[in-house]
């Protein structure tokens, strides 16, 4: 039998907001995998278990840049260690000149960029530097070179979430989109695009909840695929409640100011980056039973 630590518990806990002996039993339940146990979580406690999944423990800034002719631009992330550094200008003008220079030379990958000149020598020798100055490690992540048949708008909600959406129409209607993709976060344009590990994972959860009904099985398929539908209206932008008006969806907003969403990207700080959590007090206590021995 796998051992489940603390550790396993207080990750897993950090991830879902559920009770520490609920983490623990769903744990042990899943033999310790981590992505089972979220899953039997979510079974359990409903949509209690996600409303902590989107916490990220890596700081850092989303640039984004737009070319005069509204049709080329960029949007870049550079991580580092503390959020004090994402105030810092250096560390902010780093960012800004890193997404000119791929929305201007369109470099292929990060090395390609970090050999790039800037200033006195390259975006390379500037980023060690300033790793030298400032005293913390900082690296660019990733980035997304945007030529546009259409034209660009974009969204940064406090350095942390960038949106890059690509359009035919109203500039307003479209920089209106780029905020609602900030707040809700859709996976996917339309139902089309939601990714199918996705819709699998959704069907699975729903037909484990719809089989505990006791309802005969030709109910339970209804159920699940009503559930899985309802997901995917939820996740699709276009199918959305407008934020702005959630008397309308997204599409029924677009349709009436003759605007077209082609693409939209979505930058989120940190995202799929697992930060090592100290445990102060197990490290304290450590340190004194090894003086004690």
Same mark, same amino acid.
């Given at each position: 039998? /796998? ?18 002996? &609920?983490?623990?039993?769903?744990? +042990?339940? =899943? ?7 979220? $899953? *039997?979580?979510? %079974?359990?406690?409903?949509?209690? =278990? ?8 890596? @700081?850092?800034?989303?640039? %984004? ?15 580092? @260690? ?25 470099? %292929? ?10 200033? @006195?020598?390259?975006? &390379?020798? +500037? ?6 100055? *400032? ?20 969204? *940064? ?5 960038? /949106? ?12 209106? %989109? ?21 819709? &699998?994972?959704?069907?699975? *959860? ?11 099985? &030709? ?14 209206? $939820? ?12 008397? $309308? ?26 930060? /090592?959590? +100290?445990?102060?007090?197990? @490290? ?10």
């Amino acid at each position: 039998m /796998v051992a489940i630590t603390a550790g396993m518990v207080g990750e897993l806990r950090a991830k879902t907001d559920a009770p520490m002996m &609920e983490c623990k039993k769903a744990l +042990t339940e =899943a033999q310790g995998d981590m992505a089972r146990a979220e $899953e *039997i979580l979510r %079974v359990r406690l409903g949509n209690k =278990a996600g409303k902590a999944a989107s916490r990220v423990a890596a @700081e850092g800034l989303v640039g %984004v840049y737009i070319a005069p002719d509204g049709k080329t631009g960029a949007m870049i992330e550079v991580n580092c @260690e503390t959020d004090f550094v994402t105030k810092n200008d250096d560390f902010i003008g780093l960012v800004k000149a890193c997404a000119e220079l791929v929305a201007t030379k369109h470099p %292929v990958d990060v090395a390609a960029l970090s050999a790039l000149p800037m200033g @006195e020598g390259t975006v &390379e020798s +500037t980023r060690t530097a300033l790793v030298g100055k *400032i005293g913390e490690n900082m690296t660019i992540r990733r980035f997304k070179y945007f030529s546009s048949p259409g034209r660009l708008a974009s969204y *940064i909600h406090n350095g942390r979430i960038g /949106v890059m959406v690509e359009f035919e129409g109203d500039d307003v209607a479209a920089k209106d %989109v780029a905020m609602h993709i900030a707040a809700t976060k859709p996976l996917a344009l339309d139902a089309s695009g939601v990714p199918a590990d996705k819709i &699998e994972t959704e069907r699975s *959860i729903a037909t484990q909840k719809a089989a505990e009904s006791g309802k005969p099985p &030709e109910i339970v398929a209804k159920m699940v695929e009503g559930t899985v539908q309802k997901y995917l209206k $939820e996740v699709a932008l276009l199918s959305q409640p407008f934020v702005k008006n959630d008397k $309308e969806t997204v599409e029924q907003m677009l349709k009436s100011k003759s605007t077209k969403i082609h693409s939209f990207t979505l930058y989120v700080v940190g995202e799929g980056i697992t930060k /090592v959590v +100290t445990d102060f007090a197990a @490290e304290v206590a450590a340190q004194v039973a090894a003086t004690k021995g």
